[in-house]
């Protein structure tokens, strides 16, 4: 799958879904990506799933335009956005960060590589590291939830996967991402 390709809805699974709640609209994304794009394809889709809680359809492909449209909406809207990222290791954040301005809307990020980060930083439960594990959509969703009241922002999206070379199991091969945004 390349970025230029996806729209939402159009991933290899089926188990997206949006869930209005409160004032705010979670997200949550799984896909399998080639091992050789997922991380940076997983950081630009973090960035559309952002623009899409914001009502914002239409996908962008550029990250440099991507990334901008995101803190100008956060800037007119005032909304502010954080990260908690594991195989993606802060490229969202980073990307958000590189605009002018990102720091009026950007709260922060959490890179939490490892399970103890998850839990101890971000307040996912130790049940959900156990099973189904750091790299399902529980987790993710729980990432991002931990984020949002860890930095007290309005949105915050959650990256876990296996990015490769190594990991990957049979239910979730190297490149399986999942994305996340509470």
Known sequence: ISPDAVTFGDFERNENKALEIGNSLEILIS?????????????????????????????????????????????KKNYTVATAESCTAGAVAARIASIPGASAVLLGGIVSYAESAKENLLGVPAEILASPGAVSAECAEAMARGARKALGCTFAVATTGFAGPGGGTDDNPVGTVYIAVS
Request: net charge neutral; with cysteine.
């Open 31 to 75: 896909i399998i990506l080639s091992e050789e794009n997922a991380m940076r394809f997983a950081a630009l889709l973090s960035l559309n799933c952002i623009k899409y809680c914001f009502g914002e359809m239409k996908m962008e492909t550029k990250p440099e335009m991507m990334a901008k449209q995101l803190v100008d909406v956060c800037k």
